[in-house]
């Protein structure tokens, strides 16, 4: 559709106006639509939203820049309705030019969330390591929010599951206890208070993981039974390389490339958490074990003193502290390493995401008191890769350092980094420069992804009250 637009405008066939008109209703025809979700679905997944996802900008085959004169048009589009649909994605490389970028950034400005940024330095590479063709891998699209896709020949199954690592954290340290209905969920390796060093600790996290994942996949590969024996595809099959030439339905594993994605939820907690007990329980030796077992199934209560001790006394990811943010890395890095001995029920590989939609709000009401200093219930982080909120305190670019150590191949199926700026930042031509600068600095970091919240606190509380449009 986009190279018709295109071609139509160098023929003179279209006005650019008209091609605007065209690509703007096309916009607001997304927006009628409705994905019929039941309440449960709609907490994990933000709502109703049917997650169209238009990308622009890129490189073409030969590494060339790809925007173009429909490039800026879908930016003025996003501009002028701010509607929540499409997503309107931007992929940036070394050779994005100055022009998109600050015509994206001045779109950004408006407050709509959008455009959103993806980074090719980082998905091409990271989707060459998955064993995807390099011609496929640098033609990828975007599903949904962030999932990352080939185009016509995949079914990825981006959200096949996600994976509570801060739940499996909370059992370890419990006894396979769940801290806010005592149930027995899993085998009991000992608690907090029997783990003499923290490689002991480790050890039975790790078996917890094995043991969950394990479920995991027998659970993944019983929906895709169901799938292949009562959902079969023949439309979609029809549009997908290699169905109609193997004779076999996409969801049986006709397509080129079968993968399943799993969400790794959420590495910002699961961090803090264990630099926490790390620091405070282990090395410094300030907090007894059985005082931080007592609090967290208490919820903190009569321990308030120790709760803001972890909030306040020990470095949180995100803020660029190397050996808070390796905790992370570390269980990111054995978390996809342990998934990738699977094969899914089509014969293709299971691969790793970091991104969350909504689901940390209610995966935070299944995770009682944590060893971060979060109250039981309370919101897991948001995004998938971003801090805590409110946690990184030493500015922007710390958040993007802390955020690159986390290697791209563990984002394969997407990882989403949300980042907040005041509007009074991009009320001037050097406010944006410097943050073309810093999208500059997103590339050469090869982080996957990033995306802006532009609001004032104040707007959001007054339009909770009264709904109604304020002006940014």
Not at 18 to 46: G, H
Not at 134 to 139: E, V
Request: charged residues 25%; contains cysteine; negative net charge.
């Amino acid at each position: 559709m986009i190279d018709f637009y295109r071609r139509d405008i160098e023929n003179k066939i279209l006005t650019e106006d008209d091609a605007l008109e065209i690509i703007e209703c096309i916009w607001l025809k997304f927006n009628q639509i409705v994905y019929m979700r039941n309440r449960n679905s709609a907490k994990f997944f933000a709502g109703f939203p049917i997650g169209f996802n238009i990308a622009i900008g890129g490189q073409d085959a030969d590494d060339n820049d790809y925007s173009n004169e429909i490039s800026f048009l879908c930016l003025k589009a996003q501009e002028h309705l701010l509607l929540p649909q499409p997503n309107l994605s931007v992929r940036l490389h070394e050779k994005t030019g100055d022009k998109l970028l600050k015509q994206a950034i001045r779109v950004v400005a408006k407050g709509s969330g959008m455009p959103q940024f993806f980074n090719d330095k980082a998905i091409i590479p990271a989707l060459e390591e998955l064993d995807v063709e390099i011609k496929d891998a640098r033609d990828y699209a975007i599903v949904g929010c962030v999932e990352i896709t080939t185009q016509g020949n995949n079914l990825g199954w981006s959200d096949a599951a996600m994976f509570n690592l801060n739940k499996a954290l909370e059992l370890t340290l419990n006894g396979g206890k769940c801290l806010l209905t005592g149930a027995q969920l899993a085998p009991n390796y000992g608690d907090l208070t029997t783990y003499e060093t923290y490689e002991n600790l480790e050890n039975a996290f790790r078996r917890h993981i094995d043991e969950f994942m394990e479920k995991m996949i027998k659970a993944c590969e019983e929906i895709e039974k169901a799938h292949i024996d009562l959902l079969p595809t023949p439309f979609f099959s029809a549009v997908i390389d290699d169905c109609m030439e193997n004779g076999i339905d996409v969801t049986a594993g006709g397509a080129k490339y079968n993968l399943s994605g799993v969400q790794m939820i959420q590495v910002a907690n699961l961090a803090d958490s264990l630099a926490a007990i790390k620091k405070l329980v282990y090395e410094d030796k300030i907090v007894g074990r059985e005082e931080l077992l007592d609090a967290l199934r208490k919820n903190f209560e009569g321990h308030e003193i120790l709760r803001a001790r972890l909030l306040n006394k020990v470095p949180k990811y995100g803020n660029d502290v190397e050996w808070v943010d390796s905790i992370g890395v570390k269980w990111a890095r054995y978390f996809r390493e342990r998934i990738g001995h699977y094969k899914n029920y089509r014969g293709g590989r299971y691969h790793t995401g970091m991104y969350t939609v909504s689901a940390h709000v209610p995966m935070g009401e299944n995770v009682g008191a944590s060893p971060d200093g979060r109250l039981a219930g309370q919101p897991l982080a948001d995004g998938g890769m971003s801090p805590v909120y409110g946690r990184d305190v030493t500015g922007p670019t710390a958040v993007l350092k802390s955020v690159s150590k986390l290697d791209k191949e563990l984002t394969t199926n997407g990882g989403l980094l949300n980042m907040k700026f005041l509007p009074e930042f991009f009320k001037t031509e050097t406010g944006i420069d410097k943050f073309a600068k810093f999208l500059r600095t997103f590339v050469d970091l090869e982080i996957p992804h990033i995306q802006f919240n532009v609001v004032r606190k104040e707007n959001l509380l007054a339009a909770k009250k009264i709904p109604k449009h304020i002006e940014v």
